[in-house]
């Protein structure tokens, strides 16, 4: 803590909260969201010695407050601790616009949802700012009882809540940062593969026509060899040359993917019955695979043999990456896509998360590249295709991934695959 800001807190002045406003305006200037969490962490502790900090932000795409950080408390499990618009603590806060006092407030207790209940319980939730932006409640900081078990100050609550409004904007500058970022980057990968493309399809092409030449002109001269030692190296030959003809097709099928047969879909069934063709390898590596379907629909329209093919190249990844044991969970959610620009559509969100070892940095930019592969036997074109084949079903798929040297026991990968219910 610094000189002045031990004074600030020994000697307290009329216009604390404005000399507090300005320290904390630094945070508008750091766009990293996670740098940003550590940073509010810590100027919450500077204020005020506490057990436990958890950090909700907003998904607006699923609509849905989700924990996105949480210090002095393990073994949470992120896909339990959500909070919906609609459900009595977010209409709370949106009312009353203010903190909440939990061990104060009985009458709150009573007015939540048994899960709301369960949550506080379990995080130890005791004092809960709303971090508020434009007037929207953008997420949630709870925090826990203080180290000593003393019960919160006024003065200590008044300069939280300085501190977290200007939070507020702050997560809300670095999420509208990363969202451009994100539309870049789309824009690049767009481009980018675009090229690759009309490269890939023009090579196609011109190996092609000798390509097949040679495979004629060797069944032919096979007829004459009487020697079997000879025919078997002929044999091997047309192999080879037919695997160059798939990695052929391959590139045919990146650059000009077909054309979608959309009929309805039962996602769920989909799901389901990749996940089958699967079991077998997942069983015999000891790794769970779990399926959450979040959305109350199931049906979509799109063509059900590409999608297999999305979803089992983006499995089979996983299940590689995972040497024996682990585990892979498919979360299904529905949510509206849209913005300012663009036309609000109905669409399904697949996450597959596993806990491999994840994929370096440097790789994540090129993973959707042609012949691109980390594997000894991969050609390196399935999540080319794969994104070809979503792309032509108007949606869109992303890659994070965290590797055990960056993050020691935190690694895996998540792919999110977004696609139109119509």
Not at 155 to 180: C, K, P, V
Not at 214 to 228: A, G, N, V
Not at 363 to 374: A, I, K, N, R, S
Request: some cysteine.
């Amino acid at each position: 803590m610094t000189t002045r800001l031990k004074t600030w807190f020994a000697r307290p002045r009329p216009d604390f909260r404005e000399a507090f406003s300005e320290f904390s305006k630094s945070l508008t200037l750091i766009v990293d969201l996670d740098q940003l969490k550590d940073n509010v962490i810590a100027k919450i502790r500077e204020v005020v010695r506490v057990d436990s900090i958890l950090i909700f932000l907003l998904n607006p795409d699923l609509n849905r407050f989700e924990l996105a950080e949480s210090r002095g408390i393990e073994g949470l499990e992120d896909g339990r601790f959500l909070f919906f618009p609609e459900e009595p603590l977010i209409r709370w806060f949106t009312v009353n616009e203010t903190h909440l006092l939990v061990s104060g407030n009985p009458q709150i207790m009573a007015y939540l949802s048994d899960r709301e209940r369960d949550i506080l319980r379990e995080t130890g939730a005791d004092l809960i700012f709303p971090l508020l932006a434009m007037n929207r409640i953008t997420g949630l900081v709870f925090l826990g009882r203080k180290a000593r078990g003393e019960a919160y100050r006024k003065g200590e609550i008044d300069m939280l809540a300085t501190l977290l409004g200007q939070a507020a904007f702050a997560f809300d500058n670095a999420y509208l940062y990363h969202q451009q970022k994100t539309r870049l980057k789309k824009l690049y990968r767009a481009d980018r593969l675009a090229t690759l493309g009309q490269l890939a399809a023009g090579a196609a092409h011109e190996i092609r026509n000798p390509l097949t030449s040679i495979r004629s002109t060797i069944q032919f001269i096979e007829k004459d060899l009487p020697d079997p030692d000879k025919r078997a190296l002929v044999a091997e030959v047309i192999g080879e040359v037919d695997r160059i003809n798939d990695i052929i097709e391959g590139l045919l099928s990146f650059a000009r993917p077909g054309k979608p047969r959309i009929e309805p879909v039962d996602l769920d069934a989909l799901l389901k019955q990749t996940l089958s063709l699967v079991a077998t390898t997942a069983s015999e590596k000891n790794i769970d695979m779990a399926l959450l379907f979040n959305s109350p629909g199931k049906m979509m329209t799109a063509d059900p043999s590409q999608l297999k093919q999305v979803f089992l190249n983006i499995i089979m990844n996983a299940l590689q990456a995972m040497d024996i044991g682990g585990k892979l969970q498919i979360t299904v959610d529905a949510h509206k896509t849209g913005g300012l620009f663009q036309q609000s559509r109905d669409c399904y969100s697949v996450v597959f998360q596993d806990t491999g070892e994840g994929i370096p940095r440097e790789h994540l930019e090129h993973v959707f590249d042609p012949f691109f592969t980390t594997k000894r036997d991969g050609t390196g074109l399935g999540l080319s295709i794969s994104y070809g084949i979503i792309q032509q079903h108007q949606g869109d798929i992303e890659i994070e991934s965290i590797v055990a040297a960056e993050n020691p026991g935190e690694q895996g990968t998540r792919v999110t695959v977004t696609l139109p219910m119509a």
